[in-house]
């Protein structure tokens, strides 16, 4: 499967121009996504640390402005009480005067006045019981601000009833001479600083708190407003600060019942409050999954885009070469009229523009070659029958006119009987002699289609040589044989083969007229040294395909060899250098050669002798193999 | 094929469903991450009173609890008070505490504004706390003392105030004034390991010993306020009421002379207010120099 995918990726620039586009985005859209993710995780963790430190630093400066304010509004009735703008000996006038004071102010809980004989007047009234025995000059907001002489906040407490968070202010009262009169007091709801803290928005899970360090009451809290409903988050801040303070840390990251939290804290100074801003790193960071999200969809869009793009913009690039590559296959095969369209303005047009140019070109040439090859054709066949007819006329005129002279010396009655007896074997020899002369122009002007099978090719030399050696051994001849043990098999038709190395054998016997060695050899080699020339020109589909063996067999005669300037000539029909030839031997041994998809090379030097090479190829070894599987 | 032909022939059917799912894909990631909405309020339900949502808590002490809250109006206070007997009709203590805060509410907001009809309405209606709750001394006591505060201290009628004192100083003499109860989430805002706050300190007297204070501040007879001194100093002997009570005994002219030993004694003992203290002594040096004048 995968060579497969392998193979069709080698083969398809298509897929490769497309394969690398989309190589390029997946890394580059991706990766910019990725980066543009951390650096905007990163600006928001900056961002979440400022924003909690900066928080924390803003309720502070809310505490200070609260607690500024009603510091004035106590220093407000001290005034007027000791400048005698209102008589704190007058109840009736006191209750009035914080009436009105109380308008306005939903934060005071009570206004009060006690004095040093423990008189005391508070607004709302105390319930009576409590009144009954109360005494304000034990209460620490009285001492307390008779020991500041100014003005006293108080520790912070909670209400015995609603259980909010209160302080008191209070400050002493002198009269003229700066003896204590008493003191003034307001106490103070701190469930605005609640308030103000629900009214900030820093997340779900984040809070924003103000404690006592005393105590550790909590002062400020957004869930108090909403007592008794919501009593979330009670015990964080106090948690995270003090892992902070554990750390020697104002700010800082921790954690809280397995969630990171970062954590701001200051200490309000004069008060011993902590005001501390905690908020949920992962709260937090959900603005940033919804840019996270929103990155990784614009990733996807981005990369399936791109890939359609990518593919198209393949195909545009491709499309052209295509159109072109049909062009070549359709001219390949012949059709020089077939015009390539590519409408593309850039160079896929121009290239189509030269092809086609190029397809008329070869078509005019086509076509002038043809007529010249007809031509030729023409004077070739012309030339080939006058040179035949020339052959055929030569080789039956000598035997014609021995048939007639013997045929007169028959007829002649008065000649002798032995004279007329002989001249009647003269004609029917010459007769037989015209007969073969016959069936070899016959064989090699109409050759017979080789019916191939697979041969041996050392048997069949042995019977070759068996049958030839009977008959010229006698003559002085001696064959000489060199074959490997076996031979790869080849396709051939035997009796061909047989009358090429019959031919061949003749040849070599007739260039020893006093007999002699004839060596045949045999030999198997997967490159044989043909030049390429010759390789092209046989006519075999193509047998260089795949590595395959050749058999090579030589027959090599130690004769008189032949002159170079006949070496070229002797394949040539009717060249002969013998007188007794007819030179169609060695013309139909290349052609059966030829048909075997063979090849002849001839080594020869004058004197010493003439060597044929004889080159077949043999069946491919995979087909072999698969054959002999077969068998088996 | 043509350039032209070959992008119609990518753009056509599915192409264009790849690219509506691509957009559907893109919507869903640009869309804003949804967070649960958690209503707190949901954890507690809630009825409707008098027009106000009141919540309804396990147990009637948390429900009566609850309205010591901090109501921005006082009809709200009041609906929550009325729903402890809506809510829970079998709890008589948090009924009969309820009953009570609503009476004392009747007065208004000051109750040093309250008209002469407001206060008999609400004497009223502590004799119909008392009766219906008579069982409850805790309610009683607190119905009777209130009785008395609102004849003498409101309604200047000592002598009925007198009566409804001596009321609870004969019938409920051990019965202690109940700490004004915390908000049900108090534990959730106040660290387990501080005190109670200062407003919760030594603030439980019996009824009884109220009343005789208030008997030695109004009663016209000598006997009476003896009684009542003597009863208050033999009673459980909280030093801040004996010493109001002295301070009330020295400031008379009937009994003042004759609190002086008390009021000796009662400064060679410990004690937790130096102001009343103070007070004492001052009076008494007074009083020395009175002596000393008509002698």
Known sequence: ?632 | MTMKNSVNFYCRKYVRILLAVLFLVGLQGCREPSTPQINARQTLLTHSVNGFQVPIFPSAEEQFNYTNSWFEKREEKKAALAAVSQFFPKALEQRGAAALELTYMELGRDYRQATPEDCRKAIENYRKIITRFHTLPEICAKAYWYMGWIYCDLLKEKEKGLEMYRLVVAHYPHIRRNLTPPVPWVTFITPTDTNPPPAQENANPLWADLARIEIIRYSDTADAARRAFFGLRQGNGNQQMVGIALKLLLHRQDLGREAVPFAEEYLQKPLPNPALQKDIRQLLANMELTGEGDR
């Open chain 1, 1 to 632: 499967m995968s060579n497969k995918l392998i193979s069709r990726y080698r083969h398809s620039f298509h897929l490769r121009i497309f394969l690398a586009m989309a190589l390029v985005i997946f890394i580059f859209i991706p990766g910019t996504g990725y980066i543009g993710y951390l650096q905007a995780r990163k600006v928001a963790e900056n961002q979440m640390q400022q924003f909690t430190i900066s928080m924390a630093d803003q309720i502070s400066k809310r505490v200070s402005l609260f607690l500024a304010q009603h510091t004035y509004n106590v220093k407000l009735i001290k005034s007027f009480i000791e400048n005698h703008l209102v008589d704190p000996a007058d109840k009736k006038e006191l209750l009035r005067y914080f009436t009105l004071f109380k308008r306005g102010h939903p934060e005071f809980v009570n206004i009060y006045y006690g004095n040093e004989q423990g008189k005391f007047l508070m607004l709302p009234p105390q319930i009576p019981e409590v009144h009954a025995t109360y005494d304000p000059r034990i209460r620490p907001w009285y001492q307390g601000a008779i020991h500041s002489t100014d003005f006293h906040w108080a520790d912070v407490y909670l209400f015995a009833s609603t259980q909010k968070p209160g302080i008191t202010v209070s400050a002493p009262i002198y009269d003229n001479r700066k003896i204590l009169q008493g003191v003034c007091g307001i106490d103070i709801d701190l469930s605005a600083f609640s308030r103000f803290l629900r009214g900030i928005d820093i997340g779900k899970q984040g809070v924003a708190y103000i404690y006592e360090n005393k105590k550790g009451y909590v002062i400020a809290h957004p869930g108090l407003v909403q007592l008794p409903w919501n009593l979330d988050h009670i015990d964080l801040l106090r948690s995270c600060i003090a892992d902070l303070k554990h750390k020697g840390k104002s700010f800082g990251m921790t954690s809280y019942q397995g969630e990171n939290y970062f954590t701001a804290s200051t200490n309000y100074p004069g008060m011993d409050w902590t005001v501390g801003v905690t908020i949920s790193v992962s709260d937090y960071m959900k603005n940033l999954r919804f840019i996270k999200e929103t990155i990784y969809s614009l990733v996807i869009v981005g990369i399936v885009l791109s890939s359609i793009l990518s593919y198209l913009l393949a195909m545009t690039i491709i499309r052209p070469l295509h159109s072109l590559q049909q062009g070549i296959e359709r001219i390949s095969r012949g059709d020089l009229d077939y015009k390539v369209e590519v409408d593309d303005p850039d160079i896929a047009s121009a290239l189509a523009g030269s092809f086609n140019t190029m397809a008329s070109s070869l078509q005019k040439s086509l076509d002038e070659l043809k007529q010249t090859y007809a031509e030729l054709a023409e004077k070739e066949k012309l030339a080939a029958v006058g040179k035949m007819t020339a052959g055929i006329a030569h080789e039956i005129k000598n035997p014609l006119g021995v048939i007639q002279g013997s045929a007169q010396i028959v007829a002649n009655r008065e000649r002798p009987w032995e004279m007329r007896e002989k001249a009647a074997r003269f004609i029917i020899d010459e007769v037989a002699r015209l007969n073969n002369t016959l069936k070899s122009f016959l064989a090699f002007a109409r050759p017979v289609s080789p019916s191939f099978q697979e041969t041996d090719i050392i048997r069949l030399l042995e019977e070759t040589l068996s049958a030839t050696e009977e008959r010229y051994l006698e003559n002085g001849y001696t064959i000489l044989r060199d074959f490997p043990d076996e031979a790869p098999p080849f396709s051939a038709d035997c009796d061909q083969i047989r009358q090429v190395f019959w031919n061949i054998l003749i040849n070599a016997m007739q260039s020893m007229p006093d007999g002699g060695p004839i060596t045949v050899r045999v030999r198997v080699e997967q490159d044989p040294a043909i030049p390429e020339q010759e390789k092209a020109r046989i006519s075999l589909a193509n047998p260089f395909a795949a590595p395959r063996d050749w058999l090579i067999v030589s027959i090599q005669d130690t004769g008189c060899g032949i002159a170079d300037e006949h070496r070229d000539k002797i394949r040539d029909p009717f060249v002969s250098f013998r007188d007794d030839g007819i030179g169609l031997g060695l013309s139909i041994v290349s052609q059966i050669v030829k048909l075997h998809h063979g090849h002849i090379r001839i080594q020869s030097k004058v004197g010493e002798g003439t060597t044929f090479f004889l080159f077949f190829p043999c069946i491919l070894k995979e087909r072999h193999f698969a054959d002999s599987d077969t068998d088996s």
